[in-house]
T-cell receptor, first 114, second 112 residues
Framework: EAGVTQFPSHSVIEKGQTVTLRCDPISGHDNLYWYRRVMGKEIKFLLHFVKESKQDESGMPNNRFLAERTGGTYSTLKVQPAELEDSGVYFC????????????FGPGTRLTVL | KQEVTQIPAALSVPEGENLVLNCSFTDSAIYNLQWFRQDPGKGLTSLLLIQSSQREQTSGRLNASLDKSSGRSTLYIAASQPGDSATYLCAAEDGGGFKTIFGAGTRLFVKA
């Protein structure tokens, strides 16, 4: 069974540019989460989808970040325009709707904003 | 507001030693607590999930316990091996929803 996949694995962009990160959850997992780790800090929750609906987006830093999950399958996280402080590793995780909510993480996307 | 703390921040032990990693959380109204392992440059690997109604979970040489009343969880690793070297993270899921709060992790180094 394929795990959570994320694309790209690395992205280097300049300040002011736009970047879109993609996450493909484990097939059948209705819960999808985005997290971020910036340098030297803990992993921080960004938001949570159940299918295509946003359940909790309280962790989104500001309105430069937009997450979507059209059709309830893969999700994208767009940063527009990117700022230097957005640099970090963005993780995606998924879990089934039932059964204790064990989360399975993707390998992350390392974003560097210059 | 939930806060998760992990002690120690780093630990170095000789191979074969049994060890305990500690995790504490401030709000006992959690849905579950999950332990992860992260290798350098890699994603998180789920080790054990303890639901709020459970006291412990075991997988191989790993045993995780949960004491909600005291706001603590421990991860016990028996007979440590060099391959256990990694960062271990605990994460508490909010009882009111699915927001998960992570600790800063314990970096473990097992010397051969």
């Amino acid at each position: 069974e394929a795990g959570v996949t994320q694309f790209p694995s690395h992205s280097v962009i300049e300040k002011g540019q736009t970047v879109t990160l993609r996450c493909d959850p484990i097939s059948g997992h209705d819960n999808l989460y985005w997290y971020r780790r910036v340098m030297g800090k803990e992993i921080k929750f960004l938001l949570h989808f159940v299918k295509e609906s946003k359940q909790d987006e309280s962790g989104m830093p500001n309105n430069r970040f937009l997450a979507e999950r059209t059709g309830g399958t893969y999700s994208t996280l767009k940063v527009q325009p990117a700022e230097l402080e957005d640099s970090g590793v963005y993780f995606c995780a998924s879990s089934p709707l039932l059964g204790g909510n064990e989360q399975f993480f993707g390998p992350g996307t390392r974003l560097t904003v210059l | 507001k939930q806060e998760v703390t992990q002690i120690p921040a780093a630990l170095s032990v000789p191979e074969g030693e049994n060890l305990v990693l500690n995790c504490s959380f401030t709000d006992s109204a959690i849905y579950n607590l999950q332990w992860f392992r992260q290798d350098p440059g890699k994603g998180l690997t789920s080790l054990l999930l303890i639901q709020s109604s459970q006291r412990e979970q075991t997988s191989g040489r790993l045993n995780a316990s949960l004491d909600k009343s005291s706001g603590r969880s421990t991860l016990y690793i028996a007979a440590s091996q060099p391959g256990d070297s990694a960062t271990y993270l605990c994460a508490a899921e909010d009882g009111g929803g699915f927001k998960t709060i992570f600790g800063a992790g314990t970096r473990l180094f097992v010397k051969a």
